[in-house]
């Protein structure tokens, strides 16, 4: 009843929420206490969370953040929401994310901008929660909620969690189920939790993860209990530091910020090493090639026939498919659909498609390549701190150069997790981030734990 109050009173300035399902918030909720009072329930009972929009939810609003899916009432439960519920979790409602996930900084989803809880000393300008996953971070961090779901295909849970001083870890590729999650980039998508703390993190995470037959990427590996990794320290742990990821144009306070968790890090004990990631400067362009390919592949389903809105009034299947297309998607999805076609067509397939996926492997051979020297990887999470609503919108290859520190992870399907580490000069919340090898969360959660 507390998040209810808080969502009706913040949620018509944050915007964080899509849909409320408040009635049967309190319906869980009192399943929930029963439960509790015998004794019984599981890891999560009683939970308060808020599910990003592009987990389908059976029986409730699902729109990815696009009028394309406005009104779309999902009939089935996502695998990643049917664990949470089968733990005991109670859901608040929906929240607002970049259409369709693209984005990184909720501007560009249907249902308008989302706004940060953190205000900089320096401004009264309204300031984005970061994206795709603003909703989610933006209402763990105002008391909406008291944790989210969220979803990371080049950054989408690191940075928003940056943003808004929460944590957010994006798993292992194949640790959560994709199913019933509205595709992005099939082989980046990954969900994962936004929370305010790593044990909050640790617990949530291990809900949502499960091997699932309906998902032919999904890992066949056990879930282990990663609160074990919390309070061990990290006394004779090699912490990578990659050189590459100094960028031309960093400010100098995440500099600081990244020397600072080096000191922290050093004083319990771990051992620093210098590493390099050649690749990393290939990361960016590849991502911005692979991810765009594969939504125009998976969005070509949303032709108002099969999938999503219809337009009215058309004269032709083909003017259908175009007028429902072009009234159903954004901007910046109609942006990356076009991008998506072109790297995917005859003429350009080898010297773009096939060319960003052979980066993409020397990205992964890159970090196989210093698992021997070093257990985890140190790096700020972003190259700033939330910028106001607005700002960027003009320029979108300055808004993709956000996602500089995070799509590397998933580029390599390695786990990567962001940790609320420092405030700016302003006063707004920077993160530091721990990327660790495939399926080791658990150091990934250790180091992490030392940061916080
Ligand atoms: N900001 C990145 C993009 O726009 C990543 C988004 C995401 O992780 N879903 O593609």
């Known amino acids: 009843k507390a998040f209810v109050a808080n969502i009706d009173a913040a949620n018509p300035t944050l915007n964080a929420y899509v849909t409320q399902t408040t009635d049967k918030a309190l319906e869980m909720a009192?399943?929930?206490?029963?439960?509790?009072?015998?004794?019984?329930?599981?890891?999560?009972?009683?939970?308060?969370?808020?599910?990003?929009?592009?987990?389908?939810?059976?029986?409730?609003?699902?729109?990815?953040?696009?009028?394309?899916?406005?009104?779309?009432?999902?009939?089935?439960?996502?695998?990643?929401?049917?664990?949470?519920?089968?733990?005991?979790?109670?859901?608040?409602?929906?929240?607002?994310?970049?259409?369709?996930?693209?984005?990184?900084?909720?501007?560009?989803?249907?249902?308008?901008?989302?706004?940060?809880?953190?205000?900089?000393?320096?401004?009264?300008?309204?300031?984005?929660?970061?994206g795709s996953s603003g909703g989610s971070a933006s209402a763990v961090a105002g008391d909406l909620c008291l944790a989210a779901t969220?979803?990371?295909?080049?950054?989408?849970?690191?940075?928003?969690?940056?943003?808004?001083?929460?944590?957010?870890?994006?798993?292992?590729?194949?640790?959560?189920?994709?199913?019933?999650?509205?595709?992005?980039?099939?082989?980046?998508?990954?969900?994962?939790?936004?929370?305010?703390?790593?044990?909050?993190?640790?617990?949530?995470?291990?809900?949502?993860?499960?091997?699932?037959?309906?998902?032919?990427?999904?890992?066949?590996?056990e879930t282990p209990d990663w609160t074990q990794s919390l309070g061990k320290g990290v006394k004779g742990l090699r912490i990578g530091v990659p050189k590459e990821y100094v960028v031309d144009g960093m400010p100098a306070e995440i500099q600081k910020l990244w020397d600072q968790g080096v000191e922290w890090l050093k004083a319990a004990g771990a051992e620093i090493v210098e590493i390099s990631l050649p690749h990393t400067k290939y990361a960016l362009p590849a991502y911005y090639i692979v991810a765009p390919a594969e939504a125009s592949s998976n969005l070509a389903r949303y032709d108002g026939m099969r999938f999503g809105h219809r337009a009215e009034g058309t004269t032709s299947l083909t003017d259908l498919y175009e007028t429902s297309r072009a009234e159903g998607f954004g901007k910046e999805v109609q942006r990356r659909l076009t991008i998506g076609a072109y790297v995917l067509s005859a003429g350009f397939y080898d010297a773009y498609y096939v060319r960003a996926l052979k980066v993409r492997r020397r990205i992964a051979e890159d970090f196989d390549n210093v698992w021997g020297k070093v257990d985890a990887i140190l790096t700020p999470s972003t190259p700033s701190a939330a910028f106001a609503i607005g700002d960027r919108q003009i320029d979108p290859l300055q808004m993709y150069l956000n996602d500089i520190f995070t799509v590397t992870a998933n580029l390599a399907g390695l786990p990567g997790i962001s940790v609320p580490a420092g405030l700016d000069a302003g006063g707004l919340p920077?993160?530091?981030q721990v990327i660790g090898k495939a399926l080791d969360e658990a150091t990934v959660f250790q180091v992490a734990d030392v940061l916080e």
């Not at 089968?86 to 900084?105: C, P, T, Y």
């Open 30 to 130: 009192r399943a929930s206490d029963a439960k509790l009072a015998k004794g019984e329930g599981g890891a999560l009972e009683g939970a308060p969370l808020g599910i990003k929009d592009l987990f389908c939810t059976d029986g409730v609003q699902t729109t990815a953040g696009s009028n394309m899916l406005r009104g779309f009432v999902p009939p089935y439960e996502s695998t990643v929401t049917a664990n949470l519920w089968a733990d005991g979790a109670v859901m608040l409602g929906k929240l607002n994310m970049d259409e369709f996930a693209m984005g990184s900084s909720n501007e560009t989803s249907a249902f308008g901008s989302v706004v940060n809880p953190w205000k900089s000393k320096t401004s009264n300008a309204d300031l984005t929660p970061g």
């Open 150 to 221: 969220a979803s990371d295909t080049g950054g989408s849970i690191r940075q928003p969690a940056a943003f808004t001083g929460t944590v957010g870890i994006k798993p292992t590729y194949g640790r959560a189920s994709r199913f019933g999650m509205v595709a992005f980039a099939s082989s980046l998508d990954q969900a994962g939790p936004i929370t305010k703390t790593v044990e909050d993190a640790a617990i949530l995470l291990r809900s949502m993860c499960s091997f699932d037959v309906k998902d032919s990427t999904s890992l066949n590996v």
């Open 430 to 432: 920077l993160g530091l």
